[in-house]
C-alpha cells in the first residue's frame, strides 16, 4: 500500500525548533513534488512551502521565509521541513502532499496524517 508517513510533531516553547519528516512508503519520491500544508484551528487549510521535483527548487510564503526550511534526502524517499524561531501562530496540524501528474489526466497525489505542531510557553 503506498502512503506517506509523517513524524516529529510535539509541543514546542516560542523561539524553538522542531523537524518533520514525510517518508514515502512503497514508493519512491523521485517524480513528485512535495508541499507542506498547515491547518490552525476554525482556518483553511494553507500550503506553506514545496519542493519541485526536478530541480529541487523551493517555495516559501512570507510567514516562513527564514524560518522554514525543506530539504529531501538523497535516496528522495524522505522530505524534511526544519522549523525554526517557532512562534505561537505556527500552531497547527501540518500535512505533506506528494504530487506527480505524469500524464494530463493520470495524476498521484499522496497525503500524510499530520502531527500537530503546538508552540506554546
Known amino acids: 500500500q503506498l502512503h506517506l508517513v509523517e513524524s516529529g510533531g510535539g509541543l514546542v516553547q516560542p523561539g524553538g525548533s522542531l523537524k518533520l519528516s514525510c517518508a514515502a512508503s512503497g514508493f519512491s519520491l523521485n517524480y513528485y513534488t512535495i508541499a507542506w500544508f498547515r491547518q490552525a484551528p476554525g482556518k483553511e487549510r494553507e500550503g506553506i512551502v514545496l519542493i519541485n521535483s526536478g530541480d529541487s527548487t523551493t517555495y516559501y510564503v512570507d510567514s516562513v521565509k527564514g524560518r522554514f526550511t525543506i530539504a529531501r534526502d538523497n535516496a528522495k524517499t524522505t522530505v524534511y521541513l526544519q522549523m525554526n524561531s517557532l512562534k505561537p501562530e505556527d500552531t497547527a496540524v501540518y500535512y505533506c502532499?506528494?504530487?506527480?501528474?505524469?500524464?494530463?489526466?493520470?495524476?498521484?497525489?499522496?497525503w500524510g496524517q499530520g502531527p500537530q505542531v503546538t508552540v506554546s510557553s
Open positions: 502532499n506528494a504530487k506527480w501528474t505524469p500524464l494530463r489526466d493520470l495524476v498521484y497525489d499522496y
